[in-house]
Structure formats: structure tokens, C-alpha cells
């Protein structure tokens, strides 16, 4: 088992300037480091490094994802104005709480190839498995704009390029960030080749995006499947949606490819969510996409990382996806698991409701092989496919 490791220094240096939590600075708010900066990233990074795992993985170089390949996804008009701004120096993805400096469009080309870097990894066989430690994230920025910030969809890139230039038949997208990826669910909205899965705390961010029922568009229903969960979701609430909800939507679909979107801001202490999850958690949802990867399409499995806002606990969570992805165990001992696992991890009553009721929609998941939109006459979610934000 071999596991690529995408990471450049230049992700580093995407410059977000200043701020505080999620808002601007100014008024009466000091001026911080903005809370997309590169610290809880590079910390990963370098625990990856330190703890010697490093050596472990295959080191595969990003590359600049084309004009083409981000014109898969994204409008001409939306690159064209990134590049335009950037090119003055300071610009923001869309939200007005995404800045950027001069070389984040540069950057922002180099995330979302980190992850194409990845995919071809996996289709070249250089690799089994691939993490894309990238820099902006990527899937709150929807065809038209950047938001939450996000500059360009990494995953969605590389979900299309392995569509259009690898030929894979059908690419499933997890997303265990704790936000919606909204984003990606625009993406593919319409199109039944491509399963959008998202994991979120329910009501999160962006505002009122990612109900249930939310399906899909007409000929696309049953491809994009939302789990809100509850605040205070903890290891046994992701325990049981991976055994209810991801689980059978993923034999149902029988991806060629199965990418994550990977944030780490499901973490207990992290500041912009309510969730509980900490380094088992994701050590355990790793394992589990790593073996369904295993059954269902070759092992080829490619990860992109998204939010994180915890610099001390983001490296551990992290280390613990690549410790799983590549089978090698190092001897780092997370010495925040014990605080965290003491939040009350069990599965609560409120939360297997939520999970039951994502659950009830996997029977809208098109069977692989019955044409698309297979089994969603039955779904409960049928007639009720409108988009959310
Ligand atoms: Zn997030």
C-alpha cells in the first residue's frame, strides 16, 4: 500500500492577510491573522514530517491546474475576474470574507492541480491512495464564485478531470468538512455521473444550505445526498452515518473513483463548528473510505484537503487520514484525544433521528448499471429535488 503526498510550499503563501474568526478586522475588531491562514495547514504538514511519515508516502509534485481544467467547472467570466484582481494585488472570492493577495491566483491554479496530481497518481499507478495537502480550500466556491474562502473547487476539478481526460465512468465525492459543500453540490447539480455526499453540522454554513432532500436536478436525482447533523455530533453520530448513510449510497452507486473532501473542522475544538469528532474519528472514517475504495473501484481513493481552523489539533486528525490511507502506523500519540474523547462521544437519541432520516434517502441513489435515476421514484425525497441556497 502506497499513499502520494501532494504539498507545496507555495499553498503557504496564499495570502489572506488579516482579520478575526470569520469577519474582517477593523472597527472595534484588533486586527488578527485571518483564520484561513497557514498555520494549522503547515503544522500538518510538518507533523507529517516529523513524525517520519513522511519518508513512508511517495512524494508527488502539484502542477498548475490549465485554464481548461478550471473552465470544466467554473464560468470564464468567474477565472477571468480572479486573475484580473490578483493581478492588482488584492482581491476576494466572491463573499467579501475571502481575501486574497497577488499570487493566490497562481495558487488557487496550484490547489485544485495538486488534486489532478493526485488523480493521475492513483490512474498512473504511482500510487494507491493519494492526500492533496492544498491551499485554498475549494468546495464552498460554486461555478460563478468563490465563497467561504474558497477561490475554485479543487475536488470539482479534479472530479471533472477525471471524468473528461481519465475516463471514469463515475466519481463519488464524499465531504466530511463540517460545513456544506455547496459548492460542490452546484457543480453537480445536474449531472448524474458524479455522487455528491456531504457530512455537515446541520445549519452551519453557509446559511440555510444543505437540507435533506435535496437529490439532485431532474435526470440527476438521487447523485447528491446532504447529512445535517445535530451540534455536539461526535465519533458514534459519524460512526452510524458511515454505517447507514455512506456505506450503501456508495455500493448503490459503484464509483470508478472516490474523492474526499477532507476539512478537519468536524475537530472538538475547533472554532467555527459544534462538532466532536477527534483523530480516531477520522482515523476511522478513513479506514472505512479506504476499504470501500478497496471493494468497489480498485482502492483508487484521492483526498483534498478543505477547513480546519485548529492549529493544535488539525496535525494530529491529519496525521491520522495518512496514517490510514497508507498503513503505516507512527509513534505519535495524539495528546488531545483524551480531553476530546471525554466530550461524550455515544451515539445520542436527537442525533440517530437525523441519521435515520439521510438514511431513508439512499434508496434514491441509482443503482450502478440501471440507467441514471435508477431508484428514485421511491425516495422519499421524490418531488421534493429543489435546490437550497
Ligand atoms: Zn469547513
Redesign the pocket.
Known amino acids: 500500500m502506497s499513499t502520494a503526498w501532494i504539498w507545496d510550499e507555495k499553498y503557504m503563501w496564499h495570502d489572506t492577510g488579516t482579520g478575526a474568526g470569520p469577519l474582517p478586522a477593523g472597527g472595534w475588531i484588533e486586527p488578527m491573522e485571518h483564520i484561513e491562514g497557514p498555520s494549522a495547514k503547515r503544522r500538518f504538514a510538518n507533523l507529517v514530517a516529523a513524525s517520519g511519515l513522511l519518508a513512508q508516502l511517495v512524494p508527488v509534485p502539484a502542477r498548475r491546474a490549465t485554464e481548461t481544467d478550471i473552465e470544466r467547472v467554473h464560468t470564464r467570466a468567474h477565472r477571468e475576474r480572479i486573475a484580473a484582481d490578483a493581478a492588482t494585488g488584492r482581491g476576494d472570492a466572491g463573499d467579501d470574507s475571502s481575501p486574497f493577495g497577488r499570487e493566490s491566483y497562481d495558487i488557487a491554479l496550484l490547489a485544485a492541480g495538486g488534486v489532478i496530481a493526485g488523480v493521475d497518481a492513483v490512474f498512473d499507478g504511482v500510487a494507491d491512495n493519494a492526500y492533496a495537502l492544498v491551499r485554498p480550500?475549494g468546495h464552498h466556491a460554486s461555478p460563478e464564485t468563490g465563497w467561504g474562502f474558497c477561490i475554485f473547487n479543487n475536488v470539482a476539478v479534479a472530479a471533472r478531470y477525471a471524468r473528461e481526460v481519465r475516463g471514469a465512468e463515475r466519481v463519488a465525492i464524499v465531504d466530511w468538512?463540517?460545513?456544506h459543500g455547496n459548492g460542490t453540490q452546484d457543480a453537480f447539480w445536474n449531472d448524474p455521473s458524479v455522487l455528491t455526499l456531504s457530512i455537515h453540522q446541520d445549519g452551519a454554513?453557509p446559511p440555510g444550505s444543505g437540507a435533506l432532500g435535496e437529490l439532485g436536478a431532474s435526470g440527476a436525482e438521487g447523485t447528491n445526498l446532504n447529512v445535517p447533523l445535530p451540534p455536539g455530533s461526535g465519533h458514534g453520530a459519524y460512526d452510524a452515518v458511515f454505517t447507514e448513510v455512506v456505506e450503501p449510497a456508495l455500493r448503490r452507486f459503484a464509483p470508478s473513483l472516490i474523492l474526499v473532501a477532507s476539512?478537519l473542522?468536524g475537530n472538538g475544538m475547533d472554532p467555527?463548528?459544534r462538532q466532536m469528532l477527534h483523530s480516531e474519528s477520522f482515523r476511522m472514517m478513513a479506514g472505512r473510505i479506504k476499504a470501500l475504495a478497496e471493494e468497489l473501484c480498485d482502492g483508487r481513493l484521492v483526498m483534498a484537503h478543505?477547513?480546519?481552523y485548529s492549529p493544535f489539533v488539525v496535525p494530529f486528525c491529519g496525521l491520522a487520514i495518512v496514517e490510514a490511507l497508507s498503513g503505516v502506523r507512527t509513534p505519535v500519540v495524539d495528546p488531545f484525544l483524551p480531553a476530546i474523547e471525554g466530550y461524550g462521544q455515544e451515539l445520542w437519541p436527537h442525533q440517530a433521528e437525523a441519521v435515520a432520516r439521510a438514511a431513508a434517502q439512499v434508496e434514491a441513489v441509482p443503482v450502478a448499471g440501471s440507467g441514471p435515476g435508477a431508484g428514485s421514484g421511491s425516495g422519499p425525497g421524490s418531488g421534493s429535488t429543489l435546490r437550497g441556497s
Open positions: 480550500p468538512d463540517v460545513h454554513y476539512g473542522d467555527l463548528a478543505e477547513g480546519g
